[in-house]
């Protein structure tokens, strides 16, 4: 028999490049349902990321402060061996869209089938961030888009650093 006296600890894996209040949003959604929730930022080497994790996950953890019960960690190889190290019941991912089930669907019966007792929980954020990815937010910001409203401050200043410093980078190459 299982002791329920141990807390629940969820994992919400991803890249977090960068974080956004969506993700923030999750986060709150999944402390509703479980004690602890280890936010896992990958090192996705599919991806070029436009921070490196040490800025991810100090971004991250600014950005969940008020969260006492959220931790950030980085892993590497696969989830379901961290989630085993953790001692974790479940996977905590977003779904903003029915274009992202598919793939998230795929991913869940993968883990299961890796590992029976871990259950993927998706949740939806609210309405007002269903359209956003991180993704998106590097895009809108390369073109001088407004973003703070849809990130974290920590973000939207690391972002306008990183700005910054292009500019002042091709300011100065000789053409």
């Given at each position: 028999?299982?002791?329920?006296?141990?807390?629940?600890?969820?994992?919400?894996?991803?890249?977090?490049?960068?974080?956004?209040?969506?993700?923030?949003?999750?986060?709150?959604?999944?402390?509703?349902?479980?004690?602890?929730?280890?936010?896992?930022?990958?090192?996705?080497?599919?991806?070029?990321?436009?921070?490196?994790?040490?800025?991810?996950?100090?971004?991250?953890?600014?950005?969940?402060?008020?969260?006492?019960?959220?931790?950030?960690e980085t892993f590497?190889?696969?989830?379901?061996h961290y989630m085993?190290?953790?001692?974790?019941?479940?996977?905590?991912?977003?779904?903003?869209?029915?274009?992202?089930?598919?793939?998230?669907?795929?991913?869940?019966?993968?883990?299961?089938?890796?590992?029976?007792?871990?259950?993927?929980?998706?949740?939806?954020?609210?309405?007002?961030?269903?359209?956003?990815?991180?993704?998106?937010?590097?895009?809108?910001?390369?073109?001088?888009?407004?973003?703070?409203?849809?990130?974290?401050?920590?973000?939207?200043?690391?972002?306008?650093?990183?700005?910054?410093?292009?500019?002042?980078?091709?300011?100065?190459?000789?053409?």
């Amino acid at each position: 028999m299982e002791n329920h006296e141990q807390a629940q600890v969820a994992v919400y894996p991803g890249t977090f490049d960068p974080i956004t209040k969506g993700h923030i949003d999750i986060i709150g959604r999944a402390l509703r349902l479980f004690q602890n929730v280890v936010v896992a930022v990958a090192p996705n080497p599919s991806k070029v990321p436009l921070f490196d994790i040490d800025e991810r996950i100090d971004m991250i953890r600014q950005a969940t402060q008020e969260f006492s019960n959220v931790s950030v960690e980085t892993f590497p190889g696969l989830l379901i061996h961290y989630m085993r190290k953790r001692k974790a019941v479940a996977i905590i991912r977003g779904i903003r869209a029915i274009s992202d089930f598919e793939y998230e669907f795929q991913m869940a019966l993968m883990n299961r089938k890796l590992d029976r007792h871990v259950e993927t929980v998706f949740l939806m954020p609210s309405e007002k961030y269903t359209y956003l990815s991180s993704s998106l937010i590097k895009e809108v910001a390369s073109y001088g888009g407004e973003i703070s409203d849809l990130v974290p401050e920590i973000v939207s200043a690391k972002m306008a650093e990183k700005a910054a410093l292009k500019k002042s980078q091709s300011t100065t190459r000789k053409p």
